[in-house]
């Protein structure tokens, strides 16, 4: 079995983090999405491909809402009473060659299969839930 995983976070690895550190950034992208997956959410996916097996299947293990960064950075920066970092066109910001890759694509994948096949019930639907979770110390 193959699980396949977008952008990961939780405790202490979230934009909530990145805010606190003043190190959050909202680089805009028109168009641009990305899928995210709470931890809590990746060891449920593991645990039910191991009660269910099915050999050479592939799942998306992702959250129900593909968002621009820039949408998450800001719920968070709401989220903690902090300032929304400014945007910052991906045109011209200076990035790392890695991280200027990361942010010229953009993926809109489904979890489908991971809860129709392996009947994941997602804690964590989408990154408000996963956020306001680790917030209060409970993811």
Known sequence: MVFRLPGIYGPGR???????????????KSGQVFNRIHVEDIAAAVEAGIAMPHAGSVYNVTDNEPAPPQDVVAFGAELLGLPVPPDLDFETTTLTPMARSFY???????NTRLKSKLGVTLRHPSYRDGLRAILRGGG
């Open 14 to 28: 979230s934009t909530l983090d990145d805010l606190r550190s003043g190190e959050a950034r909202r680089i805009v």
């Open 104 to 110: 010229s694509e953009s993926k809109r994948v489904s």
